[in-house]
């Protein structure tokens, strides 16, 4: 199993400001998801991290608007850049951990901009 | 391209009632799917994964049942509690990338 924690819980922050949202695993795990959701929809992935690597990101996603690091094997960050209205949702990190049928989610973290 | 669907959206019952959850997924090239519960600022919680050759799978109080032919999945929980009061998310896992699809949840009140 894996234990996630996200820093920070929720957030409510100005346009035009950039957010840094942390996750960190209880254990050494080589996938790391970042996904959002937003008010009343589905989650939809926003990048896939592996170590050592450069992010993968998803249509839609750009690396200059959620720039994310994967420094070692239990931690990543996203960052939401240059915020607007439209980027308030949950945002939550993802780990597998013993295979693709084993995915844990860390509790999210929820951003409101004004 | 993917596609899941959650019906209803919301859902309200007594307590004790037995209920089913539906999901909906367009194209049946799976590898998994996966039943998850998400609670308010407790991230997402897994109830039960189907693999794709399994017909149900069963946890106590709840049993899911996966259709790969028609696209079709439910969840049934047997005498519902308050406690079950949450969002329950259905997600599929593609044979291709393995990135999972979610739907957006079907939100369950169990009055007491």
């Known amino acids: 199993s894996a234990v996630i924690s996200q820093k920070p819980s929720r957030d409510i922050c100005q346009r035009g400001t950039s957010l840094t949202i942390q996750c960190q695993v209880d254990?050494?795990?080589?996938?790391m998801f970042w996904y959002r959701q937003q008010p009343g929809q589905s989650l939809t992935l926003i990048a896939t991290?592996?170590?050592?690597?450069?992010?993968?990101?998803e249509s839609g996603f750009v690396i200059d608007k959620f720039p994310i690091s994967r420094p070692n094997l239990t931690f990543s960050t996203l960052t939401v850049s240059n915020m607007s209205p439209e980027d308030s949702s949950i945002y939550l990190c993802?780990?597998?951990?013993?295979?693709?049928?084993?995915?844990?989610f860390g509790p999210g973290t929820r951003l409101t901009v004004l | 391209k993917q596609e899941v669907t959650q019906i209803p959206a919301a859902l309200s019952v007594p307590e004790g009632e037995n209920l089913v959850l539906n999901c909906s997924f367009t194209d049946s090239a799976i590898y998994n799917l996966q039943w998850f519960r998400q609670d308010p600022g407790k991230g997402l919680t897994s109830l039960l994964l189907?693999?794709?050759?399994?017909r149900e799978q069963t946890s106590g109080r709840l049993n899911a049942s996966l259709d790969k032919s028609s696209g079709r999945s439910t969840l049934y929980i047997a005498a519902s509690q308050p406690g079950d009061s949450a969002t329950y998310l259905c997600?599929?896992?593609?044979?291709?990338?393995?990135?999972?699809?979610f739907g957006a949840g079907t939100r369950l009140f169990v009055k007491a």
């Open positions: 997600a599929v896992m593609n044979t291709g990338g393995f990135k999972t699809i």
């Open positions: 189907i693999q794709s050759s399994q």
């Open positions: 993802s780990v597998e951990a013993g295979g693709p049928d084993t995915q844990y």
């Open positions: 991290a592996n170590q050592g690597s450069e992010a993968t990101y």
């Open positions: 254990s050494q795990v080589t996938m």
